[in-house]
């Protein structure tokens, strides 16, 4: 892949590869990616007037700038996944909410969650959750389920038939994404602008790792700098210190190394509990002990430094990072 076109192309031909599959899904909630990147007018069946193309365009344009500039390499991979986008009605998702609480009674400590706080926290990319699809082929109703994304890990949710070897059976695993489209805007309480980004955030990271080395998920932290620097710059003003740091987290790579002091001075914002929840998730990603060993060790920043020589030392490292072929991927845990 090695511009937006070719993107563009890539999708083109697996949406031709997997007719049936897309013939399977609710037709009037789902979106591919291709069509939300050249088709305006397709964004009306995701329930979600808040996306903005515009910033949609910038974003893939950017995407595939990065990518056409770091050329090719042979530790690249070639395989592609098939990417689609469903709405996520607000009342599918309560009802699947309150049938967990029947289920499961308490959450998991590591979660973090408890039952005050509102059903798209499932959502957020700090913990999102990857299930399978509902419905039939045969009705051609098949959605993501609620509080979840879909990712097929086997060739069954892929696939009408049985393939004829296991090598067949192995080309159509891994081969799909899909996402649903909660209403980002209200439920972070960010503009348009933000919502969309938040949005874009996720599947350009996850695109990236269609097409980079793999990396141990504990040192995805390269990945994510990485990814947020092939989004482009685009200036924006925030409506206040929230929306700056939601903002910032999800578009600028350099939060990694300075959003510390943000996110402390945010403990003192009055927030929902959504807002909160969300917050005590990147406290646990971007500040305190943990995080500043792991950025001396993947990055050679030392927590000390001043804010200027931290950037300029993570700029230093991406740009050795996108001209190795991503050595630096390799690191052990």
């Known amino acids: 892949m090695q511009s937006l076109a070719d993107l ?25 990616l291709r069509e939300l990147i050249t088709d305006p007018d397709s964004l009306k069946r995701l329930g979600a007037p808040w996306l903005r193309h515009d910033i ?9 700038e990065f990518f056409e500039r770091i050329g090719n390499h042979p530790r690249f991979r070639k395989k592609q996944w098939l990417i689609f986008f469903q709405a996520s009605p607000e009342e599918e998702d309560f009802l699947q909410y309150e049938e967990l609480k029947q289920k499961i009674g308490e959450w998991p400590r ?4 408890t039952w005050d706080i509102p059903a798209p926290a499932q959502y957020l990319h700090t913990n999102p959750v ?3 699809l509902t419905g039939t082929w045969e009705e051609q109703n098949r959605r993501i389920s609620p509080l979840a994304h879909f990712a097929n890990w086997n060739y069954i949710d892929v696939l009408a038939s049985e ?13 799909v994404l899909g996402y649903r489209v909660p209403d980002w805007p209200r439920h ?18 996850d695109l990236g790792h269609q097409r980079l080395p793999v990396l141990n998920p504990d040192i995805d932290s390269l990945h994510n700098a990485v990814m947020l620097s092939a989004m482009g710059v685009k200036e924006n003003r925030h409506a206040g210190l929230w929306e700056t740091i939601v903002h910032r987290e999800c578009t600028d790579p350099y939060f990694y190394v300075d959003g510390e002091d943000l996110i402390r001075e945010a403990l003192l914002l009055a927030l929902t509990p959504l ?10 990603w971007y500040a305190g002990k943990k995080h500043h060993e792991k950025m001396a060790w993947l990055w050679n920043i030392e927590a000390s430094w001043k ?27």
């Not at 004829?164 to 080309?171: C, R």
């Not at 972070?188 to 350009?204: A, E």
């Not at 807002?275 to 646990?284: A, G, N, S």
Request: with cysteine; hydrophobic share 35%; glycine share 6%.
């Open 275 to 284: 807002q909160e929840y969300y917050l005590k998730r990147l406290l646990r």
């Open 110 to 113: 590591w979660t973090g969650l």
């Open 163 to 175: 393939p004829q070897t296991i090598e067949e059976a192995e080309e159509h695993r891994r081969t």
């Open 8 to 32: 563009l192309n890539i999708q083109e031909s697996l949406e031709k590869k997997y007719k049936e599959f897309l013939a399977s899904l609710d037709q009037e909630r789902t979106v591919t």
């Open 56 to 64: 949609i365009i910038d974003r893939f344009a950017a995407f595939g």
């Open 307 to 333: 804010s200027s020589w931290k950037r300029e030392q993570m700029r230093i490292v991406l740009e050795e990072m996108c001209g190795d072929g991503f050595m630096r991927y390799n690191l052990k845990t």
């Open 130 to 132: 990857w299930l399978s």
């Open 188 to 205: 972070l309480g960010v503009s348009d602008v933000v919502g969309t980004d938040y949005l874009l955030r996720q599947v350009i990271h």
